[in-house]
């Protein structure tokens, strides 16, 4: 079993910054990639950026160049900075992590953090 817990949603206007963190307690050991997905009012959620165990990273083009994912191994927390942020940037953003162990693929998901950029 893996927790997640997420931090630093917020209001920012447009052109701001914001960084969220997701701190990963339990098995992180299991842990194979961990990321960032949002899901807008009437929208799927969508992958925003992930980075596996050997720090590989992963963007959606939307946010290429404006947003870097990073963690810190010895917190076990993962963040995510998010620069010039836009309108359409507003949304839920749930920290996700992938888990295998003995052949069995999980995905945990922490309970999210609202986004609101206003223009």
């Known amino acids: 079993q893996v927790q997640l817990v997420e931090s630093g949603g917020g209001l920012v206007q447009a052109g701001g910054s914001l960084r969220l963190s997701c701190a990963a307690s339990?098995?992180?050991?299991?842990?194979?990639?961990i990321g960032w997905y949002r899901q807008a009012p009437g929208k799927q959620r969508e992958l925003v950026a992930t980075i596996t165990r050997g720090d590989s990273t992963n963007y959606a083009d939307s946010v290429k160049g404006r947003f870097t994912i990073s963690r810190d191994n010895a917190k076990n927390t993962v963040y995510l900075q998010m620069n010039s942020l836009k309108p359409e940037d507003t949304a839920v953003y749930y920290c996700?992590?992938?888990?295998?162990?003995?052949?069995?693929?999980?995905?945990?998901w922490g309970q999210g953090a609202q986004v609101t950029v206003s223009s």
């Open positions: 339990g098995s992180t050991f299991t842990i194979t990639a």
């Open positions: 996700n992590a992938a888990t295998w162990i003995k052949g069995t693929t999980k995905n945990y």
